[in-house]
């Protein structure tokens, strides 16, 4: 088991990574504070899995843990399954010293953290990741909040866990589709940050499909570190925390248009690198060959599902209301392999162009919506 | 006009005191940073009285200011209005850097205030309260926040305003029952720290309840000058903050179990207040003097409402609902006038007799929820 801290002064807290940080969980909780029975807000998919060794730990710990179980999937990321969870902590009395464990995914996290923000004006809380995408990036950083029907986490706040448990062992048993989509997060993240995680990644990406366990504990370690290092330079995204969003502009509007769920985050994420590895090499930002060697990483995973009744027109209406689009539009690049920068000063309409040309040159797109070209072109793009 | 800080670092912000505040609104929020069109949220009653003035003066400094107005009352505290504030936000294409601007009493400024610590995770915000209560209390401070189904102020932020702007002008056209209720939250303040202000109350009481715009201007200030100064040492109510709830513990209960919007918060702390003196005397805390003399002056504001046909039973619960209540029962002490001190060693059945036996006295309860004597005995204590 490895352990790094967070540095947020007075608010500082520790990522422990391994497997059987489950089993420690009880005692990591009293160590770092928690004095009574927590509440454990669980996946009910994860519960049933991954359950027992988490309670029977916090059991033996701390007595009577009640377990609230959510439905899985971001739509139930809303305000209906928060009021549920709130309802949930009134009856098992809850006080402002209860600490809420949040046991899942990013769903899970986001709506768990939101509600130990906000119950009773905020009570202690931590995150037990178990996709691979929750332990390298939703657990660590204190952005928690949920969705509204009008869009993505609209809803939010900046509130920092206790600690962040995540155990490497329950990635055995995540779908091959989620440990990959997880996976684009991390090479986005070796991309922006780190040129030896890339090369790690590069050579082992094989043993890391295969899940081979010092694989997964070396790229979530390595990947929450980078993370750890940002978040701490740059707590609510004023400049720095935004390189994180590299591959997200275009990845957020490709999971709005084609309805949450149907794409995976990271899958989104990982058109978004490609569509800004396109536009950089296009704005002389992102040199060929590096944009080349992330795309070539990004393949080795397999193809990406590709939402076919995609329409660009809609595409952009969502980048637009995305919430980062203030007046001028902010996209990061890719400067080189480990570094990347954020440009405001692009011209919304060369970048709308370009975007059109990669959605319909990756066949994202079938329908062109403006002119009569109906059906995309053959061609394959960086 | 007058203006004093709340110290909080680089979260700090200026409370402006008098009349003309609310004309002079829009040239305030340009000095404070404000560089786009804010979004008024605002009590549809006072939005009427008053919104012209504040409109005016937002417009001319900062063009088409929208304004979203909500149905006045506690029961409107709640997640629905809270969901149509979020989607009159989203409709209005609020963004990070638009401005609230919370505009009425208590409810709009929890409300508005909740709202901006957690659309797109916290944009800056401004109270403008139009109730005495809400200027000399809620607007200050940082406490915001929704009510749950299963009781009040469950779910909340502490997140601080970038300013208060208190025109003392609009109380003018306060109904006189909301003037007392807030004026016993000054009383409140007055007792617990500033014997010269209590000493003016009791010299001024008849010029303030006539809205001698002076006298208003007076108590308006100085009282945010104390819950400005306890806020500043204690943001997070864990010991100083707490004497500010003087009377509350059996305030916010009274308020509870005769369904919110019955008594008013102010009547049900001058309630919790006048529980808390006999208490206090009983346990030797309060000298007879100093309570005697406070409830003098709470009886010159007049005959307060008396929920009849409250249960001991169900008021004992809703006590030991109340979050502050944590195994050991908090009661915060009147010292002398001037002065509070918390309490926590108490014996709760000790502390239970007592406060069934002010209920009964005062003829809150009529009937006698253990035991048969129906009816309530007719001595008044103090």
Redesign the interface.
Known sequence: MKTLTVDLGDRSYPIFVGEGVLERAGETLVRLGCRSAPVVIADRRVARLHGEALLASLRGALGDVSVVRVPPGERHKD?GTL?SI??AL?RHKA???TWLVAFGGGVVGDLAGFAA??????VPYVQVPTTLLAQVDSSVGG?V?IN????KN?????YQPRAVLADTGVLRTLPRRELKAGLYEVIKSAAIASRPLFLYLEKEIDGILDRRPDALEHIVFETCSIKAGVVAADEREEARRMILNFGHTVGHALEAVTGYGRLRHGEGVAWGMLAALMVGVAYDRTPLRDALRLSGLIRRLGPLPRPRDVSFARLWQAIERD?K??GTIRVVFLSRIGKAEVAADLDPDSLRSWLREFVVRKRIAVRRTHGRHAGARRGDGV
């Open positions: 305000h009021l709130y309802g009134t006080h402002r010293d923000a906000t119950f009773l004006r905020g952005k909040g509204l029907p009008q869009g609209l809803v939010g706040a900046f919430k689009f203030r």
